[in-house]
């Protein structure tokens, strides 16, 4: 049966399985998640525990060994199978199938998975895996909804604070929940049970979000301005290397030329996403930004990057940083 993680704690108080899969590729939710089914298992006193890490060089003859072999003093058993590359492979697959439709007795099983596309979804194994017992998808935070994430985050620790400052909080965090998660931690210790103000929330988040190339990226190709500048000064605060940022924002714009000119010659979109290498979630971002940015603009940023890049290497004069800042400004247009 399929759950919803803010169902989760409400079933294993209701009712329980001996069977619990979570898929998602998010640290922190999987590290509650995962925290609350072996926190019910202790209470239920499966005392015993064996852990396995499904790697290239596993042995799945030792899962189902390990679900017959029964401890000598009736002790139940807790398994726990990490499969972090969601792929167990022909044996695997076959040994979850087996597992499943004969779950051992007095033994409670936890499985976790990466977030899993489409077809893996329809795969017999990951069939079997969801219908035996309680599966839970747990799914990343949304930039937008991340504001209200943090808002019940706060009400759990008996604090809350306005709108404007759970969107600073938003924004400074840049969708890091691990880091949101300390910074609730943080604010508990440090204030009483009631309404913080923003320069209480300032002072304990300032410089806390941990930036990273690939959301300037994004910021790109949405043509999020504000957003650019923001994450463009936070990696030049924390020492990224110039270089680094260029190649990486002029792959994301060579990416958009390539789709560009392929719609301009009547090309079929998906087999242009698959050409440029674009998969899974930003395939309608990317295609969106192809289609409302015209060719000229974009040739005219791959010339700006040529530029930046002689710039790094000392043959061309200017500001690195301002010149990066400008590449982002804007790169979508409404020309097609």
């Given at each position: 049966?399929?759950?919803?993680?803010?169902?989760?704690?409400?079933?294993?108080?209701?009712?329980s399985?001996?069977?619990?899969?979570?898929?998602?590729?998010?640290?922190?939710?999987?590290?509650?998640?995962?925290?609350?089914?072996?926190?019910?298992?202790?209470?239920?006193?499966?005392?015993?525990?064996?852990?396995?890490?499904?790697?290239?060089?596993?042995?799945?003859?030792?899962?189902?060994?390990?679900?017959?072999?029964?401890?000598?003093?009736?002790?139940?058993?807790?398994?726990?199978?990490?499969?972090?590359?969601?792929?167990?492979?022909?044996?695997?697959?076959?040994?979850?199938?087996?597992?499943?439709?004969?779950?051992?007795?007095?033994?409670?099983?936890l499985?976790t998975?990466?977030?899993?596309?489409?077809?893996?979804?329809?795969?017999?194994?990951?069939?079997?895996?969801?219908?035996?017992?309680a599966?839970?998808?747990?799914?990343?935070?949304?930039?937008?909804?991340?504001?209200?994430?943090?808002?019940q985050?706060?009400?759990?620790?008996?604090?809350?604070?306005?709108p404007?400052?759970?969107?600073?909080?938003?924004?400074?965090?840049?969708?890091?929940?691990?880091?949101?998660?300390?910074?609730?931690?943080?604010l508990?210790?440090?204030?009483?049970?009631?309404?913080?103000?923003?320069?209480?929330?300032?002072?304990v988040?300032?410089?806390?979000?941990?930036?990273?190339?690939?959301?300037?990226?994004?910021?790109?190709?949405?043509?999020?301005?504000?957003?650019?500048?923001?994450?463009?000064?936070?990696?030049?605060?924390?020492g990224?290397?110039?270089?680094?940022?260029l190649?990486?924002?002029t792959?994301?714009?060579?990416?958009?030329?390539?789709?560009?000119?392929?719609?301009?010659?009547?090309?079929?979109?998906?087999?242009?996403?698959?050409?440029?290498?674009?998969w899974?979630?930003r395939?309608?971002?990317?295609?969106?930004?192809?289609?409302?940015t015209?060719?000229?603009?974009?040739?005219?940023?791959?010339?700006?990057?040529?530029?930046i890049?002689?710039?790094?290497?000392?043959?061309?004069?200017?500001?690195?940083?301002?010149?990066?800042?400008?590449?982002?400004?804007?790169?979508?247009d409404?020309?097609?």
């Amino acid at each position: 049966m399929r759950i919803r993680f803010e169902q989760l704690t409400q079933f294993l108080k209701n009712q329980s399985t001996s069977l619990y899969t979570f898929s998602g590729n998010e640290p922190l939710l999987i590290q509650e998640a995962t925290d609350q089914v072996r926190a019910c298992a202790r209470q239920q006193g499966y005392t015993e525990r064996e852990l396995f890490t499904v790697d290239q060089h596993f042995n799945w003859s030792d899962l189902l060994n390990a679900g017959n072999n029964r401890s000598l003093f009736g002790d139940r058993k807790f398994i726990e199978i990490r499969i972090p590359s969601g792929k167990p492979g022909k044996e695997g697959s076959k040994a979850i199938e087996a597992y499943c439709k004969a779950l051992p007795p007095d033994t409670m099983t936890l499985v976790t998975l990466p977030r899993i596309d489409k077809q893996g979804q329809a795969s017999k194994w990951f069939k079997t895996l969801e219908s035996a017992g309680a599966f839970i998808p747990l799914y990343p935070i949304d930039r937008n909804q991340l504001p209200e994430w943090l808002s019940q985050r706060l009400a759990g620790q008996h604090q809350k604070t306005t709108p404007a400052t759970l969107q600073f909080l938003a924004d400074r965090l840049e969708g890091n929940l691990l880091a949101a998660h300390q910074e609730m931690q943080k604010l508990a210790l440090l204030y009483p049970s009631g309404e913080l103000s923003f320069d209480q929330v300032k002072d304990v988040v300032l410089n806390v979000a941990r930036y990273d190339v690939y959301q300037l990226a994004d910021a790109l190709i949405s043509g999020d301005s504000q957003r650019y500048n923001r994450i463009l000064s936070g990696l030049q605060g924390e020492g990224t290397a110039p270089l680094l940022i260029l190649a990486t924002l002029t792959e994301q714009i060579r990416q958009l030329i390539t789709i560009r000119r392929g719609l301009n010659s009547g090309q079929s979109p998906d087999q242009l996403l698959l050409k440029a290498r674009i998969w899974g979630e930003r395939q309608k971002t990317v295609l969106t930004a192809a289609k409302r940015t015209s060719l000229q603009t974009l040739l005219q940023k791959l010339c700006q990057a040529a530029l930046i890049d002689r710039i790094i290497k000392g043959v061309a004069q200017g500001d690195v940083w301002n010149e990066l800042l400008q590449l982002g400004l804007p790169v979508i247009d409404h020309h097609s």
